[in-house]
C-alpha cells in the first residue's frame, strides 16, 4: 500500500502512559479519541471542520468500525492516517489507519458521518459542505460500517448517568464516551472489545439516566443502551 497516495493526511503520535489500559496497550477509547482527532484536524485544514459552527453545524458520528492486527504500546511512536472515502445519500465517509514507522498496520477503520444543524436537528447532503476532491459525490467505499442487528442473550444490565466530563462542545454526549462506557462493560465482564463496531442512534445530554444492557451471541458480544424505549447506541465486539 502506497500510503502517501492512499490517504490525503497523517499525523504522527506518540502512545502516552495515559492512553494506555492495564496491558500497557492503547486502549480502545484511547484509539477513538485519535481517530477523532486526525478527523477534525483534517477537516479543518480543508475547511470543512469547525469553521461550520459559524452556521449552526456539525459532523455527527453514525457508525465506526475497528479491526485491529496489533495495538501499539506506551511511548511506542505511531502514524495515523485519514481520507474521504465519497458520500452515499446523507452518509460521508472516513478511513482510517495507524501504522508503526515502519509501515506495519496498527489498527484499521471506516466510518460514516451526517452533516447536522445542531439547532434544527435538520440533515443537511454532505457534498453541500465537503470539497469534492476530498470525497467525491459519485463514489461510495465498499467497506461501510454495517447496522447491528440485537440479538442473543442478556447476560446482565447496568445504569448509568451521563456527567459533565461525557460531554462535547456542542454539550451532547462525546462519540468517543459512548466507546469509553461500552469498553467499561466488556472489559469488567472478562468480553474481548475488537474488532469493534458501534452504531449511533439517538442523542443524549447532562442528566440522562441509561440503562446498558450486555448480550452474548456464540462468540460475539453487544452492548445496548437504552434511555427508557429509545436505543440510543448499539456496539458489538465481534
Known amino acids: 500500500m502506497n500510503l502517501k497516495l492512499s490517504f490525503q493526511f497523517q499525523k504522527d503520535f506518540e502512545v502516552r502512559s495515559y492512553q494506555v489500559d492495564p496491558e500497557g496497550k492503547l486502549s480502545l477509547t484511547a484509539l477513538s479519541n485519535l481517530f477523532q482527532e486526525i478527523a477534525w484536524r483534517h477537516a479543518d485544514s480543508a475547511d470543512f471542520g469547525r469553521n461550520l459552527q459559524d452556521q449552526n453545524l456539525s459532523w455527527i458520528l453514525s457508525r465506526i468500525e475497528i479491526k485491529c492486527e496489533n495495538l501499539p504500546s506506551w511511548g511506542d511512536s505511531i502514524k495515523v492516517y485519514t481520507a474521504g472515502r465519497g458520500v452515499d445519500k446523507l452518509f ?26 445542531v439547532v434544527t436537528k435538520r440533515i443537511f447532503r454532505p457534498e453541500n459542505a465537503l470539497p469534492a476532491e476530498l470525497f467525491d459525490p459519485k463514489e461510495k467505499p465498499a467497506w461501510q460500517p454495517e447496522k447491528i442487528k440485537l440479538k442473543g442473550v442478556l ?28 469498553e467499561n462493560v466488556l472489559r469488567e465482564n472478562g468480553c474481548h472489545t475488537l474488532p469493534f463496531l458501534i452504531n449511533y ?32 447506541f448499539l456496539a458489538e465486539a465481534k
Open 201 to 232: 442512534l439517538a442523542e443524549c445530554v447532562l442528566g440522562d439516566e441509561l440503562d446498558i444492557h450486555l448480550y452474548k451471541q456464540q462468540n460475539h458480544y453487544l452492548v445496548l443502551g437504552t434511555i427508557g424505549d429509545k436505543q440510543v
Open 155 to 182: 447476560l446482565k444490565s447496568e445504569k448509568l448517568k451521563v456527567r459533565h466530563s461525557d460531554l462535547d462542545l456542542n454539550n451532547h454526549v462525546n462519540n468517543t464516551s459512548y466507546v469509553q462506557w461500552v
Open 92 to 117: 460521508a465517509f472516513r478511513e482510517f489507519l495507524i501504522t508503526n514507522p515502519s509501515g506495519d498496520i496498527l489498527a484499521h477503520a471506516m466510518s460514516s458521518w451526517v452533516l447536522m444543524n
